[in-house]
């Protein structure tokens, strides 16, 4: 008998019939002897309406009633789910995150979990009882209510995994689980059977987005291993875990195209120690969250150029940043570009291949696409191009390493 942990995302319990068909899925696992946790989300659209009609009473309303008012949409997910169990003849309880003994810190609306002890998950297992935890939530050590950040879900889920040591851990969302590049984009994009950790979390943040980034943070840190997969289909998903010997095989997991961002370059900035410090100092302390830098060597000038990018929504306020920076560092002026797209190429196998920047910069070069930034990590080359030809850039790159 295993013990498995399955984790519906909002989409997948986005009306009745969506629950039903998650009752039959929970049914059939039950079936062949295993006892199940079932983690949901609250049902698609809710959280974001929930907190428009807050926002509809104050601009800042108070964080720790926001957590109040957000945990409301899972515990409805939990207890339509378990109702739709009974129908079925199944023996099921819906446990809000506290009742499934989830302790957090007390930072309302982005909460940290402490520890997590599951008793009561435990004594319902036991009794024979599917389980259903709340995703998203959990209570302080002084039993306040709170919440995980958004797509918090997924940690739950993780985290119960970990504390439950469960045998299996499985992400049902709406798509088949993680691919090469955006499928709707390049129709050769294949399904990955398997991706590591690291790679998963480079392609999140290179905006090929499919889990909530600090849910695998946690995974890694835990080692538990788990597989996304789609809760509309039998097809199996693909397997995250730690990297292995054999994933250095392929040199290029994933490619995704991040059109969600804007560069900015400040020209002619004094070449002096404490300016860079400053500049993104002051770009912190806006909450802006920059991404590529950027900086050259000055020839002979006292000045040199500085790029970096951003999230695009956060350009307004990063305008404002930079505009009240130029007389207190001195620059020449500011560039700002919305038209960028980032490309991004990750694997593990780059660790052991050479020759992959030049093959992907050669393969740009073909396409006519220029080269506007350039950063790497480890396992992560990526690119900042015109807006206007990043698909055809992400196409070619990805037929040059995947097919
Ligand atoms: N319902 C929460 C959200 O929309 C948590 C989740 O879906 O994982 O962010
Ligand atoms: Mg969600």
């Known amino acids: 008998m295993a013990l498995i942990v399955q984790k519906y995302g909002g989409t997948s319990v986005g009306n009745p019939e969506r629950i039903k068909n998650v009752a039959r899925r929970v049914a059939a696992s039950r079936a062949q002897g295993d006892q199940v946790v079932v983690v949901v989300s609250a049902m698609s659209g809710v959280t974001d309406h929930l907190i428009k009609l807050a926002k509809e009473i104050t601009p800042l309303p108070s964080e720790r009633e926001m957590d109040m008012l957000l945990a409301t ?53 036991d009794a024979g009882n599917v389980v259903i935890v709340a995703g998203f939530q959990g209570e302080t050590s002084e039993g306040h209510i709170t919440t995980l950040g958004r797509g918090g879900s997924d940690l739950t889920a993780i985290a119960l995994a970990a504390a439950l040591k469960a045998d299996l851990c499985q ?19 294949r399904k990955l059977t398997e991706i590591s950790y690291d790679e998963m979390l480079e392609l999140a943040g290179a905006g090929a987005k499919v889990m909530q980034s600090r849910s695998v943070e946690f995974a890694k840190k835990f080692g538990v291993v788990f597989e996304v997969r789609s809760s509309l289909n039998d097809n199996p998903g693909t397997i995250v875990k730690e990297e292995t010997k054999s994933m250095e095989g392929v040199v290029i997991r994933g490619v995704a195209l991040d059109k969600n961002q804007a560069k900015v370059t400040l020209v002619a900035v004094p070449d002096r120690p404490g300016v860079a410090a400053r500049i993104f100092r002051a770009l912190d302390e806006a909450a802006i969250n920059v991404d590529m830098i950027v900086q050259n060597i000055s020839h002979g000038t006292p000045t040199t150029d500085l790029s970096f990018t951003l999230d695009k929504p956060d350009l307004p306020k990063a305008r404002k940043v930079i505009d009240a920076l130029k007389i207190e560092v001195g620059y020449g002026e500011a560039l700002v570009s919305e038209q960028v797209g980032k490309l991004s190429i990750v694997g593990v196998g780059m660790r052991s291949h050479s020759g992959v920047a030049a093959k992907m910069f050669e393969t740009l070069a073909r396409e006519g696409v220029n080269i506007e930034m350039i950063s790497t990590s480890e396992i992560k080359i990526s690119v900042v191009v015109d807006l206007a030809k990043g698909e055809q850039a992400m196409k070619a790159v990805h037929k040059a390493f995947i097919g």
């Open 73 to 125: 949409g899972e515990q409805q997910t939990i207890a339509l789910t378990a109702i739709a169990l009974h129908q079925l003849d199944i023996a099921a309880t819906s446990l809000t995150g506290a009742q499934a003994g989830i302790v957090t810190d007390g930072v309302h609306t982005k909460a940290k979990i402490q520890n997590i002890t599951p008793k009561k998950v435990h004594a319902l297992l």
């Open 171 to 189: 992400i049902y969302t709406d798509v088949d689980g993680v691919y090469t590049t955006d499928p709707r984009l390049v129709p050769n994009a």
